[in-house]
T-cell receptor, first 114, second 112 residues
Framework: EAGVAQSPRYKIIEKRQSVAFWCNPI?????LYWYQQILGQGPKLLIQ????????DSQLPKDRFSAERLKGVDSTLKIQPAKLEDSAVYLC????????????FGEGSRLTVL | GENVEQHPSTLSVQEGDSAVIKCTYS??????FPWYKQELGKRPQLIID?????GEKKDQRIAVTLNKTAKHFSLHITETQPEDSAVYFC???????????FGKGTKLSVIP
């Protein structure tokens, strides 16, 4: 089966610019997650969707980050305006259902903010 | 919220030796504990997981143990091979939230 697809793989922007990342989960997976992985650290959950509804966005910096999952399939994560500390890999993951089980990660989108 | 501590941050072993990585968690209600392996530049992938109603689980050269009383769990890799070199992350998921909190990772190097 096809895995979780993400794009772009790499993005370099100046601070205060905006950027958007796209994720297409595994077909049939109802739950989608966006994680931020700063170099040398473990993934940190930003937002969790169940179908097209938000389950948890408590760790999403809402003054600059936004995410949506239209029609309960693809998702986009946007950062505007970007800060230097946003430099990280943004990982999208999906799972078949909400509940304790395996997450399938995409390859990630590496963001560098100069 | 949940807090997961992972040790050591780096680990070097000779090929064929065993490797042990330890994690502690703070939320006594957590009930799911997966381990992910992330090779350089690649996506994290699940290698083994354990639920709170089980004390130990094995899959070939990999085993995970869980001590609910002490709130810690460990990954054991026996007969290490160079392809085991990667960063390993432990995680914990609380009852009800199902959200994974990850440790900071252990970089394992297996020296041929």
């Amino acid at each position: 089966e096809a895995g979780v697809a993400q794009s772009p793989r790499y993005k370099i922007i100046e601070k205060r610019q905006s950027v958007a990342f796209w994720c297409n989960p595994i077909s049939g997976h109802a739950t989608l997650y966006w994680y931020q992985q700063i170099l040398g650290q473990g993934p940190k959950l930003l937002i969790q969707f169940q179908n097209n509804g938000v389950v948890d966005d408590s760790q999403l910096p809402k003054d600059r980050f936004s995410a949506e999952r239209l029609k309960g399939v693809d998702s986009t994560l946007k950062i505007q305006p970007a800060k230097l500390e946003d430099s990280a890999v943004y990982l999208c993951a999906s799972s078949f259902r909400t509940g304790a089980g395996e997450l399938f990660f995409g390859e990630g989108s590496r963001l560098t903010v100069l | 919220g949940e807090n997961v501590e992972q040790h050591p941050s780096t680990l070097s072993v000779q090929e064929g030796d065993s490797a042990v990585i330890k994690c502690t968690y703070s939320d006594s209600a957590s009930n799911y504990f997966p381990w992910y392996k992330q090779e350089l530049g690649k996506r994290p992938q699940l290698i083994i997981d354990i639920r709170s109603n089980v004390g130990e689980k094995k899959d070939q050269r990999i085993a995970v143990t869980l001590n609910k009383t002490a709130k810690h769990f460990s990954l054991h890799i026996t007969e290490t091979q160079p392809e085991d070199s990667a960063v390993y992350f432990c995680a914990a998921s609380g009852a009800g939230s199902y959200q994974l909190t990850f440790g900071k990772g252990t970089k394992l190097s297996v020296i041929p």
